[in-house]
């Protein structure tokens, strides 16, 4: 179980990157454009020429948290870091709400698009499967930190 934590949380520091730029949403003015895709990375480009202030909140949120819990967990997985330290982590992991970051997107290319239709694409489960991933590895590393001895 060990080892496989440590793969699996390595493994997010790869796949959260990818999972940014992976397409999460689909819009389009009904009858005038195609699909556009919307990505992370994109839709904090248009959240950053909206409003400052609320893209650096949710950038925390969305990107930063998640990766500072990831790499917390590598450092704790490998014996670099104090175990003490993973009340700090669930914390973060707390603060890493996915909902909050995709809220804001929404409302981002509904304004943006106005009048047409918004679809989800696999991107967004792939960002879901990310988030959910780090919950279950905190979960199951502090699980194993409290039953294993010193």
Not at 15 to 31: E, H, V
Not at 50 to 66: C, K
Request: hydrophobic fraction near 60%; glycine fraction near 8%; proline fraction near 3%.
């Amino acid at each position: 179980m060990n080892t496989f934590l440590k793969l699996a949380n390595l493994a997010l520091l790869v796949a959260f990157p990818l999972s940014w730029f992976a397409p999460i949403l689909r819009t389009a003015l009904t009858g005038w454009f195609g699909m556009a895709d919307v990505s992370i990375v994109s839709g904090m480009q248009a959240l950053w020429g909206e409003d400052a202030r609320l893209a650096l909140l949710v950038t925390f949120f969305a990107m930063f948290a998640p990766m500072l819990k990831t790499i917390g967990l590598s450092l704790i997985h490998f014996g670099l870091m104090r175990r003490k330290v993973l009340a700090a982590l669930n914390i973060l992991g707390k603060l890493a709400m996915a909902d909050v970051f995709l809220v804001a997107l929404y409302i981002v290319a509904v304004k943006g698009v106005g009048v047409g239709r918004i679809e989800t694409a696999w991107g967004l489960w792939f960002f879901t499967a990310c988030v959910l991933a780090s919950v279950l590895i905190g979960h199951f590393t502090a699980r194993r930190e409290r039953i294993s001895p010193g």
